[in-house]
């Protein structure tokens, strides 16, 4: 069976379909290792030419009514959606994860945050001061040049999420897919243009580190938005503080999921699972590291081994296929990796392993603690951490030492105990009584080492646009000579 998914060509640039002119990237399907598609990097040139081209279609599409570029947002998530099957397979094909997910997971995803972002245009006003005679005013005005880079876990969401606010803003953006998952941001280029978006507004550029550089360092970025890990996003702030560019960065995390005695013990499994498991744990905001009051701890443990059963792995394209593969070979070497470490180091193992090939099932140790590699780096893959405890102050205590904040959770059916709780949590994104939901009316972002700004929501806004403040003297004007 051929999965092939070659696209028109690499790039996307000025509304047309460019080859690159770098070295080859192969696009490896991780269920078969099969290579489906070989694009081309941009070469230095070609970045540049992409960035010279945004620059120069920005400011007529700045121009336009804030509702005249909504309404282009609001025809691209229409688009997407009457083609949701056929993006959600290529989704698939580019990632490894299961249809059953990318079906309402991915670009559907996509589609809230271009709506959501397109029907907010009409909204984007600013402020009249009243000073008496005089009075002043306030304007929101796009940045410019926008780069986006995105991570392969979410390749088409994280386009979208980036590409909503920055255009209903009136900015432009050159987009860099992550590498390994290059073909969904080619398919909203395509799809933008046939929504109206003029061409140069959304350009898209592949490639590896050096081609992110030569991005990020161009003198027409106004703006960088990065989706990746904490080393990556430190590269990343500091070539941005050389331009003096404006950042969003949405890195990794190490996230506590605290469940208290009094939980409801079927939903707190649920979210669990889901904060380990989903997209075979390869998602930054997971909650790896499961705390448990002593008195909940053992009846989780084995409810959670019940239900782990349940597992279906295999062909992602399958609609009964809940676990898909990892995402590269070297991924899951590294996720062995750590299983082998938290083994070595005392913890044991409930469920799960090492598992064999592309496929590492759901793996949960127990009797870890805090020291222990699985329980203070990120892994992201279907390992989850859990912790026992006793106390709410020492798991507040416990959940707080770490240098990533991205998210946390907390089951309890004592909601006074969950607001407290929250609100000594030293993480951006939180849930109380369930787990992983981003609907796009709500900023994401973290805390610490996790990043900087947020995505999605009208504060997203914030982060794509500045603010200009105007004095209108209505009266003479005096002067001490």
């Not at 064999?356 to 990120?378: C, K, L, N, Q, S």
């Not at 796009?440 to 646009?465: C, Q, T």
């Amino acid at each position: 069976m051929s999965f092939a998914a070659q696209p028109t060509a690499s790039l996307f640039i000025n509304g047309q379909h460019v080859e690159g002119q770098g070295d080859a990237l192969p696009v490896i399907y991780p269920y078969t290792g099969e290579t489906i598609a070989t694009l081309y990097e941009a070469s230095t040139d070609q970045v540049a030419e992409a960035c010279r081209v945004a620059a120069a279609a920005q400011a007529d599409w700045a121009a336009l009514a804030p509702v005249e570029r909504g309404r282009v947002l609001l025809r691209a998530a229409a688009i997407i959606r009457e083609r949701n099957d056929e993006l959600s397979r290529l989704e698939t094909l580019d990632t490894g994860k299961p249809l059953q997910e990318t079906l309402v997971a991915d670009w559907e995803s996509g589609a809230q945050a271009l709506e959501f972002f397109g029907g907010l245009a009409a909204t984007l006003t600013g402020q009249m001061i009243p000073l008496g005679q005089d009075w002043a005013y306030t304007r929101r005005e796009p940045l410019g040049v926008c780069a986006g880079i995105g991570a392969w876990n979410y390749p088409s969401q994280i386009a979208c999420w980036k590409a909503a606010p920055a255009l209903v803003m009136g900015n432009a953006m050159v987009f860099k897919p992550s590498e390994v998952t290059p073909l969904g941001a080619l398919k909203l280029a395509e799809i933008l243009i046939e929504a109206g978006l003029p061409a140069g507004v959304f350009n898209v550029v592949q490639g590896r580190g050096q081609v992110g550089a030569a991005l990020t360092g161009d003198s027409n970025i106004a703006k960088i938005s990065l989706t990746g890990s904490v080393p990556t996003g430190r590269r990343v702030y500091a070539a941005a503080a050389e331009g003096m560019r404006h950042v969003t960065l949405e890195l990794g995390g190490k996230s506590p999921l605290i469940v208290f005695d009094d939980a409801n013990l079927e939903d707190a499994v649920s979210a669990a699972i889901n904060a380990n498991f989903y997209s075979s744990g390869q998602i930054c905001s997971n909650g790896t590291r499961v705390f448990l009051q002593e008195g909940i701890r053992q009846p989780f443990l084995d409810r959670l081994a019940e239900r782990v059963r349940n597992i279906r792995m295999g062909d992602p394209l399958d609609p009964d296929t809940n676990h898909g593969p990892i995402i590269t070979p070297r991924q899951a070497e590294i996720i062995r990796g750590f299983i082998e470490s938290g083994q070595a180091a005392g913890a044991q193992l409930v469920c799960g392993g090492a598992g064999e090939g592309a496929f590492i099932p759901p793996t949960v140790f127990t009797d870890a603690t805090d020291d222990m590699d699985i329980a203070r780096d990120e892994i992201f893959g279907p390992v989850m951490t859990t912790l026992s405890f006793f106390e709410e102050d020492e798991v507040i205590r416990r959940a707080n030492d770490t240098g990533f904040g991205l998210a946390a959770g907390v089951f309890t059916q004592d909601l006074t105990r969950a607001h407290r709780v929250i609100g000594k949590l030293q993480a951006g994104t939180c849930w109380i009584n369930t787990y992983n939901l981003t609907p796009v009316e709500m900023p994401f972002g973290g805390f610490k080492m996790s990043g900087l700004g947020r995505e999605n929501s009208a504060a997203a806004i914030e982060h794509y646009s500045q603010l200009k403040s105007v004095y209108v003297g209505m009266g003479g004007v005096e002067a001490p000579y």
